[in-house]
């Protein structure tokens, strides 16, 4: 069967670094998705990766290392506003999108 | 704001109601999906919409009917719902149907349901 895991959850402190880790068993790929939801809000795409590597966007970066079926999510200099679900999705060979149970990440003044 | 809104926010409804999602997109896509997310489970993908023709029906229950009138709009119907049925149901679209990699989806906030 296909399964994505991450952590149920996480506490972080303001200010500081949290990796937030996916592992992945897919028929195929063809991309990992990262995606942010606050509580009762939608969620938002933060990133997309298909190939081996780090990608960055300001505070936050993913990578990717599709040999060993894992990723994770980088987030920096932690805010308040960053607790949230963070949702891992894994895309397979059927352009099936496969989805974590989501990490809940709490922070901590 | 995503570009997708859903209404209602919040429905309590009894199980031998009849209740209707909706949701509405503004950005122009041409592919549109129900999706239901229950408490530390995964999304599951109800119903996936192409240019209004219904391309995907994941074995969801036939009390379960969905509605695609035009390319920006799309229903849930509900009707004789189980108390197990209680879950956030998000709409999300996407410029096109995900047959390529990198298709992002944009949701809706949701809406809350409960049935007693």
């Known amino acids: 069967g296909q399964n994505i895991d991450q952590p149920t959850e996480m506490t972080a402190t303001e200010g500081a670094i949290v990796q937030i880790n996916c592992t992945y068993q897919?028929?195929?790929?063809?991309?990992l998705f990262w995606y942010q939801q606050h509580a009762g809000e939608a969620p938002t795409f933060l990133s997309y990766n298909v190939l081996d590597g780090l990608e960055e966007k300001g505070r936050f970066s993913s990578f990717l290392s599709r040999s060993k079926g894992y990723s994770y999510l980088l987030l920096k200099e932690l805010q308040m506003k960053d607790s949230a679900s963070y949702l891992c999705a894994v895309m397979d060979s059927n352009y099936q999108l496969i989805w974590g149970a989501g990490t809940k990440l709490i922070i901590k003044p | 704001e995503t570009g997708v809104t859903q209404t209602p926010r919040h429905l309590v409804m009894g199980m031998t109601n009849k209740k209707s999602l909706k949701c509405e997109q503004h950005?122009?896509?041409?592919?549109m999906y129900w999706y239901k997310q229950s408490a530390k489970k995964p999304l599951e993908l109800m119903f996936v919409y192409s240019l209004e023709e219904r391309v995907e029906n994941n074995s969801v229950p036939s009390r379960f009917s969905p509605e695609c009138p035009n390319s920006s709009h799309l229903f849930l119907h509900l009707h004789t719902l189980q108390p197990e049925d209680s879950a956030l149901y998000l709409c999300?679209?996407?410029?096109?149907?995900?047959?390529?990699?990198?298709?992002?989806?944009?949701f809706g906030s949701g809406t809350q349901l409960s049935v007693l």
């Open positions: 999300a679209s996407s410029q096109d149907m995900q047959t390529r990699g990198g298709e992002k989806l944009f």
């Open positions: 950005l122009g896509h041409n592919a």
């Open positions: 897919t028929s195929g790929f063809n991309g």
